[in-house]
């Protein structure tokens, strides 16, 4: 049984970054899509990125595009959600998700299609 656990969410001022892990047990990620999603104060969750399970190729939504990098290391069960240039608005908890479906990445933002999840990390963006 895949079991996720998140970690790396702290306070940080805007502007600044912040590295999140998603470390997996129980089995390899190496057949999993990864996908980190969100979830601010009186807000429903969104996804933010996904890692796919074929290849390396990876997909951001439009509001952190150019700020926030996915990568995952097999060897080491871990994936990864580096985050840049933070805004307030990025304030949430961080969900790291996975799934041993092919996705189109149409898709791989969309909570239903997950069936692994993290317990969350807190990330705060505030002066």
């Known amino acids: 049984q895949l079991q996720l656990v998140e970690s790396g969410g702290a306070l940080v001022q805007p502007g600044g970054s912040l590295r999140l892990s998603c470390t997996a047990s129980g089995v390899s990620i190496a057949p999993y899509m990864i996908a980190w999603f969100r979830q601010a104060p009186g807000k429903e969750r969104e996804g933010v990125s996904c890692?796919?399970?074929?290849?390396?190729?990876?997909y951001y939504a439009d509001s952190v595009k150019g700020r926030f990098t996915i990568s995952r290391d097999n060897a080491k069960n871990t994936v990864y959600l580096q985050m840049n240039r933070l805004k307030t608005e990025d304030t949430a908890v961080y969900y790291c998700a996975a799934t041993n479906e092919i996705l189109l990445f149409g898709r791989c933002l969309i909570q239903g299609e997950y069936a692994y999840w993290g317990q969350g990390t807190q990330a705060i963006v505030s002066s």
């Open positions: 890692a796919s399970n074929i290849g390396a190729s990876t």
